[in-house]
């Protein structure tokens, strides 16, 4: 399905989402230290959708696991909604969708979504409502009685996000949910991806390995480097709304795409006639 709500308002200057300023993440080891993030600095608007993109290493999930709380950075300021990104977690004022499905393949899908308002002890009454909304937003209202292993990667990672979303969280963050797929059933999860994302009005942070993904979904695509990881340059993405099959053959979307290139591979060091 392709995306048709209107565009989605962006930019809105109040609190924002996230807000690093110099913040630096250092891995220390009996090898030495590995300086994973060097004094990054960005805002991230209230419904912003914003991608992480940069070689293997580059510090992209780390900046991830870092705004969920799930590592303490050495240094710098970090906040999630104006908030400590404990304060955040313990709100849950954010969902996180990994790499891999990580789903319970002993439980159906709807008991999968229903995981977290489980364990959190939601009314009963709303739980069950609740699931069902989130996998209709998905798509895959049809399948709640399925198992993990009965559903194809694609679906199993949008009940990875159907999941992240039970909680009606203000940020989702992602890391490379669609890596493992191939470039068709990517694309097409990306155009349902960005009509989820105008349709809640969330704000999206995503790492992505892939150009044509960053671009497409995002407002604004942030280029990493490594060695030591930081962020090389931000580009605004500023393709109209609805956004769909047309929009990748777009000339515009080609010169974005090349922006994106040419920050990555000066990042790498390669000149431009490499
Ligand atoms: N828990 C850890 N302990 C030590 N070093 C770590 C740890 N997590 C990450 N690193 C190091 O920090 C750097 C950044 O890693 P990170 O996983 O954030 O990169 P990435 O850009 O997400 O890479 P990829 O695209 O391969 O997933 C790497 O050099 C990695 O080896």
Redesign the pocket.
């Known amino acids: 399905m392709t995306a048709t709500a209107p565009a989605p308002t962006v930019r809105d200057m109040g609190q924002p989402a996230v807000h690093l300023k110099d913040l630096n993440m250092v891995?220390r080891?009996a090898q030495g230290d590995?300086v994973?993030l060097k004094d990054a600095n960005l805002d991230i608007a209230q419904g912003e959708f914003i991608s992480l993109i940069?070689?293997?290493?580059?510090?992209?999930?780390?900046?991830l696991?870092l705004m969920a709380d799930l590592?303490k950075p050495t240094g710098g300021e970090l906040l999630v909604g104006g908030k400590s990104p404990a304060q955040a977690r313990q709100e849950r004022a954010y969902g996180y969708v990994f790499q891999a499905p990580a789903l319970l393949e002993w439980r159906t899908v709807l008991n999968n979504v229903l995981l977290p308002l489980d364990v959190m002890n939601t009314p009963k009454a709303t739980r069950q409502a609740r699931a069902h909304e989130m996998l209709k937003l998905v798509g895959l209202e049809g399948f709640a009685g399925r198992y993990p292993w009965q559903l194809s990667g694609g679906m199993q990672q949008r009940v990875s996000i159907a999941r992240a979303l039970a909680f009606d969280p203000n940020l989702l963050l992602m890391d490379?949910p669609f890596g493992a797929l191939d470039e068709i059933t990517r694309e097409h999860l990306n155009g349902e991806l960005l009509r989820l994302w105008q349709e809640t009005g969330k704000t999206g942070g995503f790492?992505t390995?892939g150009i044509s993904e960053a671009v497409f979904l995002s407002t604004r695509v942030v280029v990493?480097t490594?060695r030591p990881?930081k962020i090389e340059g931000v580009v605004d993405i500023d393709l109209p709304y609805p956004r769909n099959v047309e929009t990748r053959e777009s000339p515009r979307f080609f010169e974005l795409a090349t922006k994106v290139r040419e920050l990555l591979r000066r990042g790498h060091g390669f000149d431009a006639d490499d």
């Open positions: 891995f080891g590995t994973a940069g070689p293997s290493g580059c510090g992209k999930t780390t900046l696991r590592i490379e790492v390995h990493m490594s990881g």
